[in-house]
């Protein structure tokens, strides 16, 4: 018991994807690791405003290509492109001199996404709002939203209490253990006068794979309508 498994991680190459996908040999590889560990660090401390989910990373020889996830593009990019030229030339000085690529991908419903769920409930945390209501909240919306299930847990000296303790708020179905299920996880913490409040956030979606549209029916054992497939051969006649 107590052995946790990071919900990405579990599900990498099965049905999420890396988020560093790059190759380097051995002697390399640490530096490569801690420098996206620091572009990471970099991006977030920059863009705390503009609601940064995640930050995928690529590299192709001399140059990194950064994918900002993000619920507020126009803030990464600024008043005429400022913004975005400074965060660039900052990523060139800290990578070495490296050539940087940056793209920016809108989070078009950022109720839905794991990170961004923790990283709104840390912020009302923050802002004093009681812990209950802003759980509550984002469950509640999380579901109208079209969420299949969400569960949040926030851990610390809840309300300024001296004992810590933790409490959980969940809606719907979050199968952890289900591999082929579309989780997303997000973590956060909350820096309050009474000390730090961990913030977990579990959202299930709904996701329709290829296999769910062409596999067989157990139950009836027959192939649904329009599923694609090989024609059968015809016999030849004699």
């Known amino acids: 018991m107590g052995q946790k498994v990071n919900p990405i991680g579990f599900r990498v190459a099965v049905t999420k994807d890396w988020r560093s996908r790059w190759f380097a040999t051995k002697a390399n590889f640490g530096d490569l690791l801690h420098e996206d560990l620091k572009i990471r660090d970099f991006v977030s401390q920059q863009l705390q405003q503009a609601a940064v989910s995640r930050v995928q990373i690529e590299r192709f020889a001399n140059r990194v290509r950064i994918t900002i996830h993000s619920a507020r593009p126009g803030l990464v990019f600024g008043r005429k492109r400022s913004d975005y030229d400074s965060l660039r030339d900052a990523l060139f000085k800290l990578t070495g001199g490296k050539d940087i690529y940056i793209d920016v991908v809108e989070v078009k419903k950022p109720e839905l996404d794991a990170q961004l769920v923790a990283e709104n409930i840390a912020v009302q945390l ?24 969400i569960k949040i847990r926030c851990g610390g000296r809840l309300g300024g209490a001296e004992l810590a303790r933790s409490e959980e708020y969940k809606d719907g179905k979050t199968p952890l253990h289900t591999l082929r299920a579309n989780v997303s996880y997000g973590f956060c913490e909350a820096k309050t006068t009474a000390g730090k409040i961990g913030v977990k956030a579990w959202v299930c979606l709904p996701d329709v794979t290829e296999d769910d549209k062409n596999g067989t029916n157990a139950k009836a054992g027959k192939v649904p309508k329009g599923a694609a497939g090989k024609p059968r051969r015809k016999r030849a006649e004699k």
């Open 126 to 149: 923050q802002r004093r709002i009681s812990f209950r209501r802003a759980m509550k909240k984002a469950v509640q919306t999380a579901m109208d939203m079209g969420a299949l299930g």
